[in-house]
């Protein structure tokens, strides 16, 4: 799945959100490392695209459960939040 990250960014940057603290975005950083360190335990390393993706939802500091949202949105999952302004991958513009 090719994601174009810079839009993807333009999108979350237009959502209605309240971004994490500084704290909060520390600990989601150290929860991001465990789970992908966890991952690669089970052989499922993540891509360089993968990498970048939660990288950009780090940066841009959005909560767990509202990148989690993206994520399905991103995917076209049926428990997606159709009303997400948040284009699904492969999706014309």
Known sequence: MRIDLDTLRSEVRALDYVRG????????REDDEDARANLAIEGIPLTPEDDALFEMMR??????????????????????????AITPAGASC
């Open 21 to 28: 603290t500084p704290a909060e975005d520390t600990m989601w």
């Open 59 to 84: 940066d841009e500091r959005v909560p767990p459960t509202l990148a989690t949202q993206i994520l399905l949105r991103l995917l076209g999952h049926p428990d997606a939040d159709p009303a997400l």
